[in-house]
């Protein structure tokens, strides 16, 4: 039940990237030290704004690019020193865009099948058998197996992909945005359908998202991450119901909940923008942030355990039981 | 009652396709105020950009639009030149884009595409002009707005590159603006940012707006009027109160059972669904658009065309044949 | 872009055809396509079918027969035992016109062949791994650019003198610059597509990911390169032959025909318009073909 499959510790991912014409290479900090657990048959759902590092951490808990520092452990086992397919038939993914995350030149039973082609020895006969048998699974019509991607709607493409994901029965499943490039009512089809396969099967996903409400929706426990790090980790139902870091706060308040009677939320954020290349001194989310104190500029903030919950923010470190001065920056 | 900006009446556009005719907005009728925000609410295909574009006459050149009225500040336009319509677009009717990155001209400075309409539609000189822009952008939110104007759209973030485009919407005062999907592309915080801003310089610069988007959270917290769109007509229109208050379509209901609301959806539970897809819009279609993907179908449903007929309260009207029923609750309001 | 968006996302339909039958359909639809493809087979056949519908041999000589105009000619020698005359040899011209379509289309085919080969693999290897891979690729690429074709052709086949496989060999080696430099744009645009990562995420090997991922998605790009450096290959070939550095006499060559011509050019102009117009004509449908093909197979690619 609390088995561990998936945990990362102190990864970190940079990049060299190019300063520009004539100007030295700059590093670029896309994680920077992430630790986290996701246990059997959780939902565990990450959120941040785009360039937090999100997707770096995904191909990194994938196994696409090693992390600069750290380690990645699947079922307990460090994913660096293990064969390449034992940690594909372990871990799969679901992208974004159905339209970019199907080859296009092969049919729908080519592309579901490929993870047993390449994973086992298993004939060609007991192949198409669980193709279609997966094709079932996740709603996919039958005379489909033949056709191409151009030939399928959205939704249709993203349960292509969930069958490939899921076909060779992986511990865990990282989606990427499963529905954020899907129609609503496509959306909803997706969702379920996702929730109906983790209960059947016993799934573990790892749910990365901008979108607060499918997060709310489908994950136990939800990761917000800003700049490269997890500031606040917590069950759902906790961080929904009083977010302590300010930022998870923000980015709750700017869920726009259907309700004609509710105005446009002020975030209370500035406008300056999360640079990877210019990571703040100090706390980093302090430019931002309504609630920051002189001292969020040059102390960084250490992760805390509060309950079941972890927050990484002064306004909860222990010596600082003052009220925070109401000071905003631009 | 506050002064109609734009007054549209019977708008279709055809378009020649391989296979036949497509019509992708069919006999569309819709009205903006002066101040009034109205959203256009749909999914992908339903016709609701192409609608935008034909209010500004940007359609591609093979398709068709036919208008029994098309009126902005009862000057009609379905009859003018396209050289007439370029000295209104951009200067009293302008349009605002999903994707900053795309629509700005990477390379021009931000100063100069501010200065191009202006340029275009006044006499002002070139200082005036660039005092303008200034203007503008502090107006947008934008610091160290005179630094801002030499510098190229990829040096900004998606965010302030939204800005840009806002200002240049509004830099020669229009009528009408129209915003197709203003938020997609951005960050949630973000979004809630550059949708308060809208509101904010709708209300200064008292123009009428057009919100075209598929999310129906931000079309609830802007909108004071709602049309939904569904395989090329308006299938229910209303004040945003009487669209998610009392929901007449069943396609508007489904849409709104679709979404995972926190707080109010179970999480766990399964969201409503709509079975099928979006009908082909080749060719002529008998009865209701949406029938084929109804629970509630009738055989009725599939003669002649479907009027619009009136709802709730007043202004409300919706496409259907059916009585409303009671919304489900889990859809009502709290 | 948004603009054009709702037009497509409202025909997207369950049934739509699949790729393979949308491009029958266009290829079909395709007035340079068709023509270009009728003459090639025309000239193909005719290259294949030499030895059984040449009137004569190509090689014999008929010293008393020399020179006869093509039938058309008002003239008292002209006759349909030569159709298209004879030339200052006596020999019969049709014949060797037929014979010297199977050298240009054997030079263009093979010398395209090699050179496919080694831009392909240079310009899939930079744009596959990227990164110090790709600047030795680039780096290979661009001394390429920098050597004249025409001049360092002539220079090596003075060097090691010329025969079909010397220029063959020659021509394959240095025109795969267009071939290196597609590839490498197409695979790299490709290289970013989530279903790359996804054959990587399920355990992919490389080898399997660039033949069965990624090949088959550049190959209309390849196939369109193909056509143009085939026509290109030919017109090389036509070019070295007629400056004496390609095929050797008495072998018929269309580059060499008109180079054999060239002193009648003021008194029998129809030995070189003949050869003339055949090459061109060759030339012409490989490049209607090529552009027909890459409107056929992706028309989403035209402006």
Known sequence: ?330 | MAEQVLEVEGLSVDIPVTGGMLHPVQEVSLTVARGETLAIVGESGCGKSLTSLSLMGLLPSRAERRARRLSLLGEELAGKSERAMSDIRGNRMSMIFQEPMTSLNPAYTIGDQLAEPLERHTRLSRREVRERAVEMLERVGITAAASRLGQYPHQLSGGLRQRVMIAMALICNPDLLIADEPTTALDVTIQAQILHLMAELQREFHAGMILITHDLGVVARVADRVAVMYAGQIVETGTAAQIYGAPSHPYTRGLLSCIPIPGRSRPGEHLGAIPGVVPSLIGRMEGCHFADRCALVEPRCRKGDIALRDGSGSGHRYRCVLDPETPATQEAPA | ?303
């Open chain 1, 1 to 330: 039940m609390s088995e561990t499959v998936l945990e990362a510790r102190g990864v970190r991912r940079s990049f060299s990237v190019s300063g520009g014409f004539m100007k030295p290479r700059r590093a670029l900090h896309a994680v920077r030290g992430v630790d986290f657990t996701i246990r059997r048959g959780e939902v565990v759902g990450l959120v941040g704004e785009s360039g937090c590092g999100k997707s770096t951490l995904a191909k990194l808990l994938l196994g696409l690019m090693p992390p600069s520092e750290g380690e990645i452990l699947l079922e307990g086992a460090p994913i660096s020193g293990q064969d390449r397919l034992e940690t594909a038939r372990r871990i799969q993914p679901i992208f974004q865009d159905p339209y970019s995350s199907l080859n296009p030149r092969k049919s729908i039973g080519t592309i579901i099948g490929l993870p047993l082609r390449v994973q086992t020895d298993l004939g060609g006969a007991e192949i198409a058998r669980r193709v279609t048998e997966t094709m079932d699974l996740v709603g996919l019509p039958a005379r489909v197996v033949d056709s191409y991607p151009n030939q399928l709607s959205g939704g249709q493409r993203q349960r292509v992909a969930i069958a490939r994901a899921l076909i060779n029965r992986p511990s865990i499943i990282i989606c990427d945005e499963p529905t954020s490039a899907l129609d609503v009512s496509v959306q909803s089809q997706i969702l379920n359908l996702l929730q109906d396969l983790q209960r059947e099967f016993g799934l573990t996903y790892l749910l990365i998202s901008h979108d607060l409400s499918v997060v709310e929706h489908m994950a136990s426990r939800v990761a917000v991450m800003y700049l490269g790090r997890i500031v606040e980790e917590r069950p759902t139902a906790g961080l929904f119901a009083e977010a302590r870091h300010p930022y998870a706060r923000a980015l709750l308040d700017s869920v726009l909940t259907p309700d004609p009677s509710l105005g446009i939320p002020d975030t209370h954020l500035g406008a300056a923008f999360p640079n990877p290349l210019e990571i703040p001194a100090g706390c980093s989310f302090h430019p931002r942030c309504p609630k920051a104190m002189p001292r969020c500029c040059t102390v960084a903030p250490d992760p805390l355990r509060i309950g079941d919950g972890m927050v990484e923010c002064l306004l909860h470190a222990p010596d600082q039981h003052d009220e925070p001065e109401e000071e905003t920056t631009r």
């Open chain 3, 1 to 303: 872009m948004a603009v054009t968006d709702p037009v497509t996302g409202a025909a997207e339909a369950v049934l739509a055809p699949s790729p393979a039958a949308r491009m029958r359909g266009r290829a079909f639809g395709h007035a340079g396509f068709v023509l270009g493809a009728v003459i090639l087979i025309g000239i193909f056949a005719m290259a294949l079918l030499a030895p059984m519908v040449a009137p004569h041999d190509p090689f014999d000589q008929v010293l008393d027969r020399k020179l006869i105009p093509p039938v058309w000619f008002d003239s008292a020698k002209a006759t349909w035992e030569h159709p298209l005359g004879t030339d200052q040899l006596g020999r019969d011209y049709l014949s060797r016109l037929l014979y010297g379509a199977r050298i240009s289309l054997l030079i263009g085919f093979a010398a395209m062949l090699i050179s496919m080969v080694i831009g392909t693999a240079i310009g899939v290897a930079g744009g596959y791994f990227g990164g110090r891979v790709d600047m030795v690729c680039n780096f290979i690429i661009t001394t390429r650019l920098s050597l004249p074709v025409v001049l360092v052709a002539i220079a090596v086949v003075s060097l090691v003198g010329s025969s079909l496989s010397v220029v063959i060999w020659v021509l394959g080696l240095l025109i795969w610059d267009r071939f290196a430099v597609v590839m490498r744009a197409a695979t790299m645009q490709l290289r970013g597509r989530d279903f790359v990562t996804a054959a990587e995420a399920i355990g992919c090997s490389r080898a399997r990911i660039i033949l069965s991922e990624i090949m088959p998605n550049v190959m209309n790009s390849l196939i369109v390169v193909a056509t143009v450096e085939m026509a290109h290959a030919i017109l090389l070939e036509a070019a070295l032959s007629f400056l004496g550095l390609g095929v050797q006499p008495p072998e018929p060559s269309w580059g060499l025909m008109i180079s054999e011509a060239k002193g009648l050019m003021f008194f029998d102009g129809w030995l070189i318009a003949i050869p003339g117009a055949a090459l061109f004509l060759l030339v012409l449908s490989i490049n209607l073909l090529g552009d027909g093909l890459r409107d056929v197979t992706a028309p989403e690619n035209r402006s």
